[in-house]
């Protein structure tokens, strides 16, 4: 039976744990920050001298932990890349801008244990020789930025922030900044432009790779809520020990949302691979099945920009077995490992560890509009295909769900889809807007044409559209 | 605001590395780094620079070399390899001895993409031409597609790589993204914010460049609006630059607006004479009538920019009132006009029994070097006093220069004006009331601004005026001389670095006039009895002899973009 594994979330539900520092203290907090800020520089073999911020930066390499906000990145290379030669300062930010549509697990983590992140971000500060760090928190959660400002109080007042932390001689300050509703400040780039006090637009790499010229043309590391408390345990526990949870390449633990149609919707964490899509739809511990009398319909398995899998699916892939050896091995759907590896092999990906649960009550093409207008939403605007192509097939989707369709609409929704991804914008944002229509398309080409014929096909352009009558009333109220 | 972009003189780059990649097969060697348009510091020099040396176009928006790079109009994107390595970190070879190329599997925007050493670009694979087809069709989806008005038609660069990498047919049929019209952005720019495809040229070029951030987008995706920035007018006086450097008809210019397609204007090099800067520009003119100026680059002087102020200052060229006539004291009084022979013998006869010290010159530091250069033969000739009237006004950092003459320099070199200029001009006047001055020849100048009243040049026995237009010194005249406008004849200017430069004739002269050079050089060789020049060329290259600031100088070396001479 498959259980959930509570490493970052172990206290957060337990009856009586409160998001204060003393309870905090009382649950074993700030030990491992002590314990870190205490490490002693080692000398190896070579006779080089590694200290100890150096040592921590190892742990975390050797510890194989992967960016838990969506990309699933190396930490530790990550870390690497941060240029230390420059002369300007190194800053962390930590990105709380959890916006993907079905992701709600960072939310978990600053409303119920900010001191959790607050150590994992000292910590990781302190390894990457960082005095200036920030949060990053989406503007709805109004609360949660509360909470992380009182944190930080306390925190300071405790000296576990501020000068000469804790005794140990480093300095560390960290500040919240709220976001102000757009989904492209989870894109890092786009996010260090907001903190700058500019617009959300992505930068272009290169020149601009974080690591080098982040914040303020400065050296900066971006990481995920998540991904900063798991550094908290790597180092707690030791790089090599963490390894261990989870499978290879997939180590440690990962807190998934479940949402859509399923009993038992919520965030569950778990050994990354330990766990497969279907247990964690179907399982009594976890999603707990579909509603009484429901198929399963389609599952988007990492936030609603991943590609979207279809009941029944099979796969063929190239899995590294626990023994090391790399076999290739058929896949239900359901039997899927939960993991980064394997669902990119599968051809979508865990993103940002959300599952969303389509049932057989779901018309696909609503469902797919629905996502794609919140992408037109969403975009930017700053480079060309998507701000272009979010918004063209959010409106052919409109149409097609508004008895406007046509049988070649999905043919037309896919070549809009094709160009947009691939590296022909600056950020990845092309990508999770393409990637749904490209795959509810793909999967469900059926139902697309099914729509479309049914349709009434505009045979000029319509006079007054809902969208027509939209932009009305915002040119109205711009001029 | 950069000085790298303006009139003073870049710092000297160090020489740079060079480095060797193929584009579309052929090997070309670029520097490594080329100097920030902004900062002029290195920076790694990109794929588009190099497709540029090796002389192959790659397609763009949003890119513009003067400006930083933005790389959101996504029209650049290129494929391209860089040599593979083995698992050892060294190159792997072919067969045949060349290095094996691992091809990137993804593309890259060539404006900010750094080259590296044996990278190969391919500009013109299917993909690359597949991927421009996308970005055009993306950008033409809710452009409003109204060529027949849009004044940037026949200039723009929609339409142009419409042509060359566009389909022709349109697949969108949704409503397309309505936005604002007939924005008023300022006194002298109108946006049509339909047209704009958000490349955000303007928004940099006025915020680096001209130093005002004034413009901004706001709004989110396909609903992305080009605004000023609230209750902001837009109108610093460098706001026309963006109208040029709008690759479609998003900006335009209220005074050039709806006025003249742009493929009927010839275009004249030329350069503007409203400070001393002397930005190179582009006239644009149809059947004798000034349409517009726009600014050629010359990285020496004026960079891509000229100020609105420059820009806009044409229209007295067509004005009604111009000065067509030649008049002498008898074409009043005979039926018959004056002609040019007869009016310049007059002249010269007078001059020429005129007693030695009785005639002065006030010149204008409007005129060429070579009509300066004239000038001051004729003085030498006649033993006269001499000077030019300075022109003062607000300068600024950027191109706009607080010497309002376009060639004091020239005026300085020939040894027309005094030192400061002016200063001769109150001696002029004093010589006028005691008598000894009898005769005043004035060029392009109202002597009644200059401390020479109408009293005074009544006393004069003989007033020989040219200019342009009217002003109370011309009405004054005995024989007025109609002129040119530097648009209407060839010469030289010398700005305030020094910088020694040519214009051309962009349309005819008005009625009788004529450039001032060609009939100065008839009234000189009747007085002095030596032939004159036939041609500018051969007046510049003679003024080159005998001055010495401008020794060494030919009119052909000159250039587009002139030589600049210690001043």
């Known amino acids: ?479 | 605001m950069s000085p790298a972009t303006t009139t003073q003189a870049k710092p000297a780059a160090p020489p740079s590395e060079k480095l060797r990649v193929r584009v579309n097969g052929k090997e070309v060697e670029v520097p490594k780094t080329m100097p920030d348009p902004l900062t002029g510091k290195p920076l790694p020099t990109t794929m588009i620079q190099a497709c540029a040396v090796a002389n192959v176009d790659v397609p763009h928006y949003c890119y513009h070399p003067k400006l930083p790079v933005a790389g959101n109009c996504r029209m650049c994107l290129v494929e391209f390899g860089t040599p593979a390595l083995g698992p050892d970190r060294k190159p792997i070879v072919n067969p045949d001895g060349t290095p094996k190329i691992a091809k990137a599997p993804r593309p890259a925007i060539a404006c900010a993409t750094p080259v590296t050493p044996g990278m190969e670009i391919y500009t013109d694979t299917p993909a690359v031409k597949q991927m421009r087809e996308a970005v055009l069709e993306f950008l033409l989806i809710n452009h409003p597609l109204d060529c027949p008005i849009c004044d940037q038609a026949g200039e723009c660069k929609l339409q142009e790589y419409s042509v060359d990498y566009g389909q022709s047919a349109s697949r969108f049929v949704e409503p397309k993204v309505h936005k604002p019209k007939r924005v008023d952005l300022g006194p002298r720019i109108v946006l049509d914010d339909e047209r704009c495809i958000l490349c955000t040229r303007c928004i940099r070029f006025t915020k680096h460049i001209a130093g005002d951030d004034a413009l901004g987008i706001v709004s989110r995706g396909s609903y992305s609006t080009l605004t000023a920035y609230p209750g902001r007018v837009f109108d610093n006086n460098y706001t026309l630059n963006t109208v040029d450097i709008c690759p479609v008809g998003a900006l335009t210019s209220k005074d050039f607006r709806f006025q003249m397609r742009v493929w009927f204007l010839k275009e004249t090099k030329s350069l503007c004479t409203s400070c001393a800067t002397g930005c190179n520009t582009v006239i644009g003119s149809r059947e004798e009538q000034v349409y517009r100026y726009e600014p050629r680059e010359n990285d020496a002087v004026n960079s891509n920019w000229m100020c609105d102020y420059g820009r806009l200052n044409y229209k007295w060229i067509g004005r009604p009132d111009r000065l067509t006539a030649i008049r002498t004291p008898a074409s009043g009084v005979r039926t018959q006009a004056a002609t040019w022979s007869s009016a310049l013998k007059e002249i010269a006869d007078k001059l020429k029994a005129a007693p030695a010290g009785s005639v002065a010159i006030i010149a204008s530091a409007r005129q060429t070097n070579e009509e300066l250069y004239l000038l001051s033969k004729l003085a030498k000739a006649l033993g006269a006093m001499t000077d030019s009237a300075p022109r003062v006004g607000e300068g600024d950092r950027l191109l706009l220069n607080a010497d309002r003459n376009p060639n004091s320099n020239g005026a300085r070199l020939t040894g027309v004006s005094a030192n400061p200029m002016g200063s001769n001009l109150p001696q002029i006047a004093e010589s006028i009331r005691s008598g000894r001055t009898r005769t005043l020849i004035v060029f392009g100048e109202d002597a009644t601004r200059h401390g020479i009243g109408k009293e005074l040049l009544g006393k004069l026995e003989a007033l020989i005026v040219s200019d342009i237009l009217p002003n109370e010194t011309t009405a004054a005249a005995q024989y007025l001389l109609p002129g040119c406008a530097h648009a209407e004849k060839r010469g030289t200017f010398t700005n305030t670095k020094g910088r020694v430069q040519k214009f051309m004739r962009a349309v005819e002269p008005r009625g009788d006039a004529r450039p001032e050079w060609e009939f100065l050089q008839e009234l000189l060789a009747l007085i002095t009895g030596q032939a004159g020049a036939v041609s500018v060329e051969g007046l510049f290259n003679r003024m080159a002899g005998e001055v010495p600031g401008f020794q060494g100088l030919t009119w052909a070396a000159l250039g587009d973009t002139g030589v600049t001479v210690p001043v």
């Open chain 1, 1 to 479: 039976m498959p259980q959930e594994y509570r490493q970052i979330l172990k206290y957060a539900d337990e009856p009586g744990y409160q998001p204060d520092i003393e309870c905090y203290l009382r649950h074993g907090g700030y030990e491992v920050l002590k314990k870190a800020l205490g490490l002693r520089p080692k000398t190896l073999p070579d006779g080089r001298a590694v200290g100890g911020p150096e040592q921590l930066r190892q742990e975390v390499m050797v510890s194989g932990l992967r960016g838990r906000g969506g990309a699933g990145f190396s930490c530790g290379l990550k870390w690497s890349f941060v240029d230390r030669k420059s002369g300007k300062p190194i800053y962390l930010i930590c990105n709380a801008d959890e916006s993907e549509p079905g992701t709600f697990k960072d939310k978990q983590i600053i409303y119920k244990d900010p001191h959790q992140l607050l150590e994992g971000m000292i910590i990781s500060s302190y390894a990457n020789d960082v005095h200036l760090a920030y949060i990053y928190i989406r503007g709805e959660f109004v609360e949660g930025a509360r909470i992380l400002n009182r944190a930080l109080a306390e925190a300071r007042a405790k000296n576990m922030l501020g000068k000469n932390i804790m005794g140990s001689g480093y300095d560390l300050e960290i500040h919240v900044h709220r976001g102000a509703g757009a989904y492209i400040c989870g894109e890092e780039t786009g996010l260090i432009e907001s903190l700058e006090g500019k617009r959300a637009y992505p930068r272009i790499k290169p020149p601009y790779f974080p690591a080098v010229l982040g914040l303020y043309m400065c050296p900066t590391i971006v990481n995920n809520v998540e991904t900063l408390c798991a550094v908290k345990h790597i180092v707690a526990m030791g790089g090599a020990e963490y390894a261990r949870l989870g499978t290879p390449n997939n180590t440690g633990t990962r807190i998934v949302s479940v949402s859509g149609h399923v009993k038992r919707p919520g965030y569950y964490e778990v050994e990354v691979g330990k766990v497969t899509i279907g247990e964690l739809i179907n399982d009594p511990a976890f999603g707990g099945g579909l509603r009484d009398g429901r198929k399963l319909k389609a599952i988007i398995p990492g936030g609603s920009s991943a590609k979207v899998f279809k009941a029944g699916e099979k796969f063929k892939i190239r899995r590294r077995s626990p023994d090391g050896k790399d076999a290739e091995q058929e896949y239900e759907l359901l039997n899927l490992p939960y993991d980064f590896d394997t669902l990119v092999a599968a051809g979508s990906m865990s993103g940002s560890g959300a599952i969303i649960v389509l049932d057989d009550s779901t018309d696909i093409v609503e469902a797919l509009a629905n996502i794609a207008e919140f992408y037109a939403h969403e975009s930017c605007g700053q480079c060309t295909p998507c701000r272009e192509g979010s918004l063209w097939m959010s409106k052919a989707l409109h149409r097609l769900t508004h008895g406007e369709g046509r049988p070649i609409d999905a043919d037309y929704l896919i070549r809009i889809a094709d160009n947009i991804p691939g590296g022909r914008t600056i950020c990845a944002f092309g990508e999770a807007c393409a990637w749904p229509v490209q795959s509810f398309v793909g999967k469900f080409k059926d139902e697309f044409v099914a729509k479309g014929a049914a349709g009434q096909a505009p045979t000029t352009e319509p006079a007054t559209t809902a969208n027509q009558v939209t932009e009305a009333k915002a040119m109205a109220t711009r001029q």
